[in-house]
């Protein structure tokens, strides 16, 4: 029997999440809504928080020179990431250059 019941689009989301290994979308939104507060604003001008893959944030840049930046802040930036929304949901930060 087929169900005839609208689905959330929240549940459908969320259920694809998980499926790919990603964190919930609360864990998702945390971070963006955050992402000043994890970065500083003055990093947050120049990198954004875009997706997460797996266990993997990717922030976006404009500049290739910010890409470096990114990876020698990795260390820091998950640590405050795991203090805002718990251990081991992500681990690794990728670096994706847009040009403007």
Same mark, same amino acid.
């Given at each position: ?10 549940? %459908?989301?969320?259920?694809?999440? @998980?499926?790919? &290994? +990603?964190?919930?979308?609360? %864990?998702? +939104?945390? !971070?963006?809504?955050? $992402?000043?507060?994890?970065? &500083?604003?003055? /990093?947050?001008? @120049?990198? #954004?928080? %875009?997706?997460? #893959? &797996? #266990? ?15 990876? $020698?802040?990795? @260390?820091?930036?998950?640590?405050? !990431? +795991?203090? /805002?929304? &718990? ?9 994706? +250059?847009? #040009?403007?």
């Amino acid at each position: 029997m087929v169900n005839k019941e609208p689905i959330h689009l929240r549940f %459908v989301l969320e259920q694809l999440l @998980k499926d790919f &290994g +990603t964190p919930d979308i609360n %864990v998702v +939104t945390s !971070i963006v809504e955050q $992402w000043e507060e994890i970065v &500083g604003s003055d /990093l947050a001008a @120049k990198i #954004s928080a %875009v997706a997460i #893959s &797996g #266990s993997e944030l990717i922030v976006r840049v404009d500049d290739p020179a910010w890409a470096s930046q990114i990876k $020698w802040l990795e @260390k820091q930036l998950l640590d405050k !990431i +795991t203090r /805002l929304i &718990g251990d081991e949901k992500v681990t690794s930060i990728r670096v994706r +250059t847009t #040009s403007k």
